[in-house]
């Protein structure tokens, strides 16, 4: 599986993105999909994720209620919506791919696509 992530860009604080991760494949809908994001000098950290049988998903507590993943896999293609983002969310954003349920954990996810960059400007 190879995944693109896309859709960042520089955005004033209190403003939306959406992030795009287009994977390719044929079994993309047996995939867990899972969004993280690394800002300068941390480590990564985890943002959401979505199963892949109903879609369920769970967020980490620093987005839950203003990011909200979806999938579409009749395009092969998870999303991050980013509303009322905040300086704190400026960081490189990654997806990323499991066989199964989602995960938490970075480590539990076998594929990974190239980070966008989110800057959020105070």
């Known amino acids: 599986v190879q995944l693109q992530a896309s859709g960042g860009g520089l955005v004033q604080a209190g403003g939306s993105l959406m992030l795009s991760c287009a994977a390719s494949?044929?079994?993309?809908?047996?995939?867990?999909m899972g969004w993280f994001r690394q800002a300068p000098g941390k480590e990564r950290e985890f943002v959401g994720t979505i199963g892949w049988s109903i879609g369920s998903t769970y967020y980490a507590d620093s987005v839950k209620g203003r990011f909200t993943i979806s999938r579409d896999n009749a395009k092969n293609t998870v999303y991050l919506q980013m509303n009322s983002l905040k300086p704190e969310d400026t960081a490189v954003y990654y997806c990323?791919?499991?066989?199964?349920?989602?995960?938490?954990?970075?480590?539990?996810?076998?594929?990974w696509g190239r980070g966008t960059q989110v800057t959020v400007s105070s």
């Open positions: 990323a791919a499991r066989t199964g349920l989602g995960a938490q954990h970075a480590a539990a996810y076998d594929y």
């Open positions: 494949g044929r079994t993309f809908s047996r995939y867990g």
